[in-house]
């Protein structure tokens, strides 16, 4: 039952108990039954108390025209009745209310399930639209995609026949590359072997002009000193004036020794040079190196030898000019 039902039973119940306690029903007032009740509107109480009024009134008109106890009955009758009647209304006006509650409740769901349902079928019509799609997308990729395998089949196979190819001609320019690298060494070797033998004679020609000039030095030099003691044996009057010359000798016997210095170091260079035959380069530059030497020893030689002969005039011109004046004395002596 809802409130109002409620509220509207509970203004005749109190409209009753007034009238029981001995006030008449015009004399009821809305204020009265509102303290009785102590809910609902005034203005619901307002329109029963009125509905009730009116039926109290067309009840006490009734009892007017009959007897006394037959009114009281009817009037009690009535009042049952109506009771009883507002109670089967109140049930089925509460059956009708919980049953329209019920039906709007189910169209709410109906309602909300079709709508589901409404949004299910556009959502499933929009998959379908869209898987259609993709099926089309699919077809087209699928066929391209066999296209482009064919095609990506027939260029493996012509790249497989490029590279069994490229691999033969490969295999040959190696073979080439092989074969002329060999003949470059052979070539090599051959050269090295020319050229090694061309080295070792020119360094047995080297060796045995330099012990000639090593013999002919000191053979000279010999002879140098051999003139340097006759010559100091028979000067010994005139040594003032051979002081020049023993200086010459002096400057001789200082490039002798230069000299020999310059011979040791031309066979510490040999000894070099005999080491280092593997580097042939290196040989054949030390090798002209050692023949500009052997030029600048045989000039130094040349100088000596001229400077020997030099000494050796001066020498002779001495012993002249040591004989020249012997001679007169010798002449006036036998006159």
Known sequence: MSRVS?????????AAQLVAGAKRPHEITVDQIYAVIQQGSRTTINDELKQWKDERTKADALGADLPAAVADAMRALWVVAVEQGEVVFAEQRSTLEAAVADAEQQHATVTQARDDALATSTTLTEQCETLRQQITTLQTRVEFEATAKNQA??????????????QTDTAEQIERIRQAQTDQAEEFQ?????????????????????????????QEIDTAREGQRRAEQQMVKTRERLERQ????????????????????RDT???????AVADRDRMAIELAAARGQLEGLGTAMQSLETRAI?????????????????TPR?????K
């Open 330 to 334: 010798k002449k006036q002596g036998k």
């Open 153 to 166: 089949l027939q260029d493996g196979q012509a790249l497989q026949q490029k590279l069994i190819a490229l």
């Open 190 to 218: 051959a050269v090295i072997a020319s050229r090694d033998a061309a080295f070792q004679v020119e360094r047995d020609t080297a060796n045995e002009r330099l012990e000639a000039a090593q013999a002919r030095m000191l």
């Open 310 to 326: 030099t000494a050796e005039s001066r020498i002779s011109t001495l012993l002249d000019e040591r004989k020249s004046p012997a």
């Open 269 to 275: 260079r040999l000894g070099a040079l005999a080491a």
């Open 6 to 14: 409620d509220t509207r039973q509970r203004t005749r119940e109190a």
């Open 246 to 265: 023993q200086a010459s000798l002096a400057e001789l016997r200082t490039e002798a020794g230069h000299h020999r210095r310059e011979l040791a170091e």
